[in-house]
Protein backbone atom coordinates (compact mmCIF):
# COMPACT_ATOMS: atom_id res chain seq x y z
CA UNK A 1 0.00 0.00 0.00
CA UNK A 2 1.11 3.65 -1.00
CA UNK A 3 1.77 5.80 1.72
CA UNK A 4 -0.05 9.23 1.35
CA UNK A 5 0.34 12.18 4.31
CA UNK A 6 0.02 15.54 4.82
CA UNK A 7 2.64 17.92 6.39
CA UNK A 8 2.97 21.76 7.16
CA UNK A 9 6.67 22.90 5.49
CA UNK A 10 8.51 24.08 2.77
CA UNK A 11 8.14 22.36 -0.46
CA UNK A 12 11.80 23.03 -1.34
CA UNK A 13 13.39 21.31 1.21
CA UNK A 14 11.52 18.15 0.66
CA UNK A 15 14.03 15.12 0.54
CA UNK A 16 11.99 13.10 -2.50
CA UNK A 17 12.43 12.02 -5.58
CA UNK A 18 10.09 14.51 -7.16
CA UNK A 19 8.76 17.68 -5.97
CA UNK A 20 5.14 19.52 -8.42
CA UNK A 21 5.86 23.42 -8.70
CA UNK A 22 2.49 25.27 -8.97
CA UNK A 23 3.43 26.94 -12.06
CA UNK A 24 2.18 29.36 -14.42
CA UNK A 25 1.72 29.01 -18.29
CA UNK A 26 4.97 30.57 -19.05
CA UNK A 27 6.82 28.20 -16.80
CA UNK A 28 9.39 31.38 -16.53
CA UNK A 29 8.85 31.72 -12.75
CA UNK A 30 6.52 33.46 -10.33
CA UNK A 31 5.64 34.19 -6.86
CA UNK A 32 4.46 31.80 -4.06
CA UNK A 33 5.99 28.35 -4.02
CA UNK A 34 6.85 28.67 -7.58
CA UNK A 35 8.99 31.78 -6.63
CA UNK A 36 10.75 29.85 -4.02
CA UNK A 37 11.51 26.51 -6.60
CA UNK A 38 13.46 28.83 -8.50
CA UNK A 39 15.47 30.40 -5.79
CA UNK A 40 16.58 27.59 -4.50
CA UNK A 41 17.11 25.09 -7.24
CA UNK A 42 19.25 28.16 -8.77
CA UNK A 43 19.12 29.81 -12.26
CA UNK A 44 19.88 26.84 -14.13
CA UNK A 45 16.11 25.59 -13.37
CA UNK A 46 14.87 28.96 -15.36
CA UNK A 47 17.68 27.95 -17.97
CA UNK A 48 16.33 24.75 -18.34
CA UNK A 49 12.65 26.17 -18.29
CA UNK A 50 12.67 28.44 -20.62
CA UNK A 51 13.50 25.70 -23.40
CA UNK A 52 10.37 24.40 -22.57
CA UNK A 53 7.28 26.66 -24.35
CA UNK A 54 5.21 26.66 -21.93
CA UNK A 55 3.08 24.71 -20.41
CA UNK A 56 -1.08 24.78 -20.93
CA UNK A 57 -3.46 24.69 -17.87
CA UNK A 58 -3.74 21.23 -16.31
CA UNK A 59 -0.35 19.57 -18.34
CA UNK A 60 2.78 19.45 -16.51
CA UNK A 61 6.57 19.21 -17.45
CA UNK A 62 9.44 18.14 -15.93
CA UNK A 63 12.87 19.34 -15.36
CA UNK A 64 16.07 18.69 -13.06
CA UNK A 65 16.02 20.21 -9.69
CA UNK A 66 19.44 21.42 -9.92
CA UNK A 67 20.36 22.03 -6.25
CA UNK A 68 17.17 21.15 -4.85
CA UNK A 69 17.47 17.93 -2.61
CA UNK A 70 14.60 16.71 -4.72
CA UNK A 71 15.81 15.10 -8.66
CA UNK A 72 13.27 16.05 -10.72
CA UNK A 73 10.48 19.35 -10.41
CA UNK A 74 6.95 18.67 -12.32
CA UNK A 75 6.10 21.94 -13.44
CA UNK A 76 2.00 22.34 -13.80
CA UNK A 77 -0.13 24.78 -14.22
CA UNK A 78 -3.16 24.70 -12.21
CA UNK A 79 -6.33 26.68 -13.07
CA UNK A 80 -7.31 30.24 -11.95
CA UNK A 81 -10.67 29.65 -9.92
CA UNK A 82 -13.50 31.67 -11.68
CA UNK A 83 -16.38 30.48 -9.54
CA UNK A 84 -16.37 26.78 -10.91
CA UNK A 85 -17.60 28.09 -14.05
CA UNK A 86 -15.10 27.25 -15.97
CA UNK A 87 -14.05 23.33 -16.09
CA UNK A 88 -11.41 24.06 -12.93
CA UNK A 89 -12.08 21.13 -11.07
CA UNK A 90 -11.21 19.39 -14.53
CA UNK A 91 -8.07 21.03 -14.84
CA UNK A 92 -6.98 20.84 -11.21
CA UNK A 93 -7.68 16.82 -11.58
CA UNK A 94 -5.51 16.99 -14.93
CA UNK A 95 -2.71 18.24 -13.17
CA UNK A 96 -2.06 15.76 -10.72
CA UNK A 97 -3.07 12.87 -13.31
CA UNK A 98 -0.37 14.58 -15.04
CA UNK A 99 2.55 15.11 -12.86
CA UNK A 100 1.55 11.02 -11.61
CA UNK A 101 2.54 9.99 -14.91
CA UNK A 102 5.51 11.70 -15.33
CA UNK A 103 6.37 11.02 -11.97
CA UNK A 104 6.06 7.95 -13.11
CA UNK A 105 8.07 7.75 -16.20
CA UNK A 106 10.69 9.42 -15.00
CA UNK A 107 11.00 5.87 -11.95
CA UNK A 108 10.26 8.28 -8.99
CA UNK A 109 9.38 6.37 -5.90
CA UNK A 110 8.31 9.15 -3.72
CA UNK A 111 6.70 12.64 -4.79
CA UNK A 112 5.59 15.81 -2.87
CA UNK A 113 3.01 18.18 -4.07
CA UNK A 114 2.05 21.57 -2.66
CA UNK A 115 -1.21 22.73 -2.93
CA UNK A 116 -1.82 23.39 -6.17
CA UNK A 117 -3.99 26.59 -7.72
CA UNK A 118 -5.25 27.63 -3.69
CA UNK A 119 -2.99 30.43 -3.43
CA UNK A 120 -2.98 33.38 -5.81
CA UNK A 121 -4.94 31.22 -8.16
CA UNK A 122 -7.77 31.49 -5.00
CA UNK A 123 -9.05 28.12 -5.59
CA UNK A 124 -10.80 27.08 -2.08
CA UNK A 125 -8.81 24.61 -0.50
CA UNK A 126 -11.44 22.31 0.77
CA UNK A 127 -12.66 21.39 -2.95
CA UNK A 128 -8.81 21.36 -3.85
CA UNK A 129 -7.79 19.51 -1.27
CA UNK A 130 -10.51 16.83 -1.67
CA UNK A 131 -9.68 16.86 -5.63
CA UNK A 132 -6.31 16.67 -4.65
CA UNK A 133 -6.66 13.66 -2.50
CA UNK A 134 -9.12 11.36 -4.09
CA UNK A 135 -7.34 11.65 -7.25
CA UNK A 136 -3.84 10.46 -6.16
CA UNK A 137 -5.60 8.02 -4.40
CA UNK A 138 -7.10 6.41 -7.21
CA UNK A 139 -4.09 7.18 -9.72
CA UNK A 140 -1.53 5.71 -7.35
CA UNK A 141 -3.31 2.56 -8.40
CA UNK A 142 -2.29 1.97 -11.50
CA UNK A 143 1.62 3.27 -10.41
CA UNK A 144 2.63 1.03 -7.92
CA UNK A 145 6.41 1.90 -8.37
CA UNK A 146 5.30 5.35 -6.28
CA UNK A 147 5.07 4.34 -2.69
CA UNK A 148 5.16 7.88 -1.06
CA UNK A 149 2.68 10.77 -2.12
CA UNK A 150 3.40 14.02 0.45
CA UNK A 151 1.20 17.13 0.07
CA UNK A 152 3.10 19.85 2.20
CA UNK A 153 1.08 22.43 3.22
CA UNK A 154 2.50 25.76 3.57
CA UNK A 155 0.26 27.06 6.87
CA UNK A 156 -1.12 24.99 9.42
CA UNK A 157 -4.79 26.05 8.67
CA UNK A 158 -4.10 24.43 5.19
CA UNK A 159 -2.77 21.19 6.94
CA UNK A 160 -5.52 20.73 8.99
CA UNK A 161 -7.84 20.39 5.79
CA UNK A 162 -5.86 18.10 4.12
CA UNK A 163 -5.64 15.78 7.49
CA UNK A 164 -9.06 16.12 7.60
CA UNK A 165 -9.86 14.96 3.64
CA UNK A 166 -6.96 12.11 4.40
CA UNK A 167 -8.67 10.98 7.53
CA UNK A 168 -12.41 11.09 6.00
CA UNK A 169 -10.67 9.40 2.92
CA UNK A 170 -8.84 6.81 5.23
CA UNK A 171 -5.82 6.98 3.54
CA UNK A 172 -2.68 7.33 5.51
CA UNK A 173 0.92 5.62 6.35
P1 LIG B 1 -1.16 29.09 -7.24
O1 LIG B 1 -0.81 30.22 -8.19
O2 LIG B 1 -1.25 27.75 -7.96
O3 LIG B 1 -2.34 29.39 -6.40
P2 LIG B 1 0.72 29.71 -5.06
O4 LIG B 1 2.18 29.51 -5.04
O5 LIG B 1 0.20 31.11 -4.99
O6 LIG B 1 0.17 28.93 -6.35
O7 LIG B 1 0.06 28.91 -3.87
C1 LIG B 1 -0.08 27.51 -3.82
C2 LIG B 1 0.14 27.03 -2.40
O8 LIG B 1 1.54 26.93 -2.15
C3 LIG B 1 -0.43 27.95 -1.32
O9 LIG B 1 -1.07 27.15 -0.34
C4 LIG B 1 0.83 28.60 -0.74
O10 LIG B 1 0.64 28.95 0.62
C5 LIG B 1 1.80 27.46 -0.87
N1 LIG B 1 3.25 27.76 -0.79
C6 LIG B 1 3.91 28.93 -0.99
N2 LIG B 1 5.24 28.75 -0.83
C7 LIG B 1 5.43 27.43 -0.52
C8 LIG B 1 6.56 26.61 -0.21
N3 LIG B 1 7.80 27.11 -0.20
N4 LIG B 1 6.34 25.29 0.06
C9 LIG B 1 5.10 24.77 0.04
N5 LIG B 1 3.99 25.47 -0.23
C10 LIG B 1 4.16 26.80 -0.50
Known amino acids: MPCIEAIQGDITNQEVDAIVNAANTTLL???????????KAGSELLAECSTLGGCPTGQ???TRGYNLPAKYVI???GPVWHGGTKN???RLRECYENSLRLADEKGVKAIAFPSISTGVY???????SRIA????????????????VVFVCFSEADLGIYRKVLEESRVNC
Open 133 to 148: VGTVRERLKQYPQIEK
Open 122 to 128: RFPIEKA
Open 75 to 77: HTV
Open 60 to 62: AKV
Open 88 to 90: EES
Open 29 to 39: GGGGVDGAIHR
